[in-house]
């Protein structure tokens, strides 16, 4: 995506951070989905955790795909729900996309079916459970209960507006009870179980065409995401597929199997062979740093819900246990120790957050309708916390201090301090000259092979016998600088030792110089005319020097 939004409008840290925050910032428009099985307090709550948890306002900010396959599933999420209660295919498809897009962005969004699945038989624990106690149809709004406050007002005319979210809903199968008939307790469970599955035959018929065609929806966006590009004639490439489509078998094999070997390297295991304890320990202070009033909520939510007169709901009980599952095994299939993977805990857990502010807010509702200011106080006291919390930890951590040392999301990988300023005059220095713009120095940058940057993964080479010929990893370590200076379209070299940097100087004079702070000194013997500024890289830890051609700055204003 941003390739093409590059090819548009220009290579800029806003086209590259553009994708995720407008999916970010669609992201609370999921909450209506769930209208359905949520009251209408439970919904604006959803909305408003969607749309403000410091987590997720954070990383929208990001050039990451993690705020994208949460949001993509969460929407796939809620259109399958929607699609099921309403009896809806066109809310199958729109979920298949959404789906489909989530399997685009990263190799964790494997690990969300699997989530639901484990879920899923938990539910359907409850609901055998349910069906042998003889207990109520699951999923009734709290609208449909007996509840008191302003969450029970308006119930007829939701009902009307939206037949199939309420009525329908309230039994997960399209308006059937699966309570006993005339209050008969049924103890034989397998029988029960047949039986259903006798009544949802016509549904499984119903719903098998366009299932397949939700299915064959996702098998095509994967190819048109996965699929190589390029014109040589005889490849399997998308293009030539559309030309000849004898190469189509080939483009479907590239784009499928081929990259299933790649996600493949992730299941291995290879990347994952890290301390559990102390990941599972930095996750969950992460968690109650910058998301203790939606974790805290999620609890109340779920136990409230779980242990009401007629509850558990299914989506409630889905999305917590899909939380939990998340803290739990996170900190496992993880390769770096990063709080972004704490967006896939507090989107799931959102949803019984919503349920637990909702219920605070019913809480001083009653209180107010029963003129007892004391209550009403408290729960006004803790409701205005909770917003404060919430909306005050976003602004601050996103916008007020975004690079802290004290901000629990910044990542060591990140720039501690600003260098925009810095950038430009290297870009413009760069712009400006003829040859060589950017040297690197020292060991901690040298990369043997430059041509291996031009695509990712920069790895290093090895030859028949597995003997290093070429080490060029350290190419990460100058990140996020090659971002910059290849948007200037920058020509790049290195060096490791003073008598190389000498020559090089010496030969090509480039405008600039980039370095470890420590290796000042070599520099400033064989230069003149230049301005240097100190960095820190990363998060605070690596410091490094750039050097800039005053002239070349002077030539280009």
Known sequence: MNE???????????????????????????????????ADDETVALCFFLALNPILLYYSRFVRNDVLVAAFLLFALGFLVRAYDLRSPPHLYAGAAALALGLTTKENALLYPLAWAGAGLLLADHRIL????????????????????????????????????????????????????????????????????GRHADELRYWAGPVALALVEVVAVLVLFYAPR?????????????????LLPGVLDAALVG?????????????????????????????????????????????????????????VALAAYWGG????????????????????????????????????????????????????ALTGF??????????????????????????????YGQPAGEMQGTLADAGAAAEANEGLDVLYYGEFVHVDNESRAASLPVENVTDENGVLVEANSNWYDRLPLPWYFEAHDADVASVD????????????????????????????????????????????GTEIVVYVDAEAMDGEA
């Open 130 to 197: 349910r069906t042998t106690d003889g207990t109520r149809a699951p999923d009734a709004r709290p609208e449909d209960r007996e509840t008191v406050g302003p969450a029970a007002d308006g119930d007829e005319a939701t009902a009307a507006e939206e037949p199939g979210d309420a009525a329908d809903a309230s039994t997960d199968g399209g308006g059937e009870s699966v309570a006993a008939p005339h209050g008969e307790e049924r103890t034989d469970w397998v029988g029960s179980l047949r039986e259903r599955g």
């Open 230 to 246: 390029g014109d040589a004639p005889g490849e399997p490439t998308l293009g030539n597929a559309l030309g000849d489509p004898t």
């Open 325 to 376: 599952a998340s803290v739990v095994f996170y900190p496992i299939v993880s390769a770096t120790k990063a709080a972004w993977t704490t967006v896939h805990v507090v989107v799931p857990l959102a949803i019984p957050a919503a349920v637990g502010l909702a219920l605070v807010y019913r809480w001083g509702a009653e209180a107010i309708a029963d003129d007892d200011p004391v209550s009403a």
């Open 382 to 411: 803790l409701l205005i916390a909770v917003v404060v919390g919430v909306a005050g930890g976003g602004i601050h951590y996103a916008h007020v201090a975004p690079q802290s040392p004290n901000n629990p999301m910044v990542q």
């Open 497 to 540: 030792n003073r008598s190389a940097l000498n020559r090089t100087i010496g030969a090509e004079s480039p405008p600039v110089i980039v370095a470890r702070a420590g290796h000042r000194g070599d520099i400033d013997a064989v230069t003149e005319g230049y301005e240097s500024r100190t960095h820190e890289l990363t998060a605070p």
């Open 259 to 315: 990259t299933w070997e790649k996600v493949g390297f992730w299941t291995s295991g290879v990347q994952l062979s890290h301390p559990y304890v102390s990941w599972l320990v930095y996750y969950v202070e992460t968690l109650f740093v910058a998301a203790g009033p939606l974790v805290g909520l999620a609890v109340v939510g779920f136990l409230a819900d779980r242990y009401a007169e007629d509850g558990p709901r299914d989506l």
């Open 4 to 38: 093409a939004l590059f090819g548009l409008v220009g290579p800029s840290d806003f086209a590259a951070r553009l994708v995720v925050a407008l999916v970010g910032g669609l992201l609370p428009l999921a909450a209506l989905l769930f209208r359905g099985r949520l």
